[in-house]
Nanobody, 122 residues
């Protein structure tokens, strides 16, 4: 089982990035997916989650209205479109998978990707 996150990089304030997480070795449609992030010196933070069918999404307060999560169960992919980026969005972003139900709690997720660095310059 593997989750491979990609798409991070350096962007200016107000810019956009699209993160991608490719899943393999699991029945993807049976897993809720989520994105978390961890900034230097801070604890890992919930960003967004999406149900197995993609019918319901949730976001952390700091990213609501700017980030959009989506998934393609045919391609075993989950995406995070990040718009209007701010310096405080700078972090390593991780995708995670949880069998069956979505959750805000990182401890509920058993499968994690390696992370992708997002840096927003001011």
């Amino acid at each position: 089982v593997q989750l491979q996150a990609s798409g991070g990089g350096l962007v200016q304030t107000g810019g956009s990035l699209r993160l991608t997480c490719a899943a393999s070795g699991l029945t993807f449609r049976l897993y809720a997916m989520a994105w978390f992030r961890q900034a230097p010196g801070k604890e890992r933070e919930f960003v967004s989650t999406i149900k197995r069918s993609g019918s319901l999404t949730n976001y952390g307060d700091s990213v609501k209205g700017r980030f959009t999560i989506s998934r393609d169960n045919a391609k075993n992919m989950v995406y995070l479109q990040m718009n209007s980026l701010k310096p405080e969005d700078t972090a390593v972003y991780y995708c995670a998978a949880r069998y069956y139900g979505a959750s805000y709690n990182q401890n509920d997720y058993s499968l994690w990707g390696q992370g992708t660095q997002v840096t927003v310059s001011s």
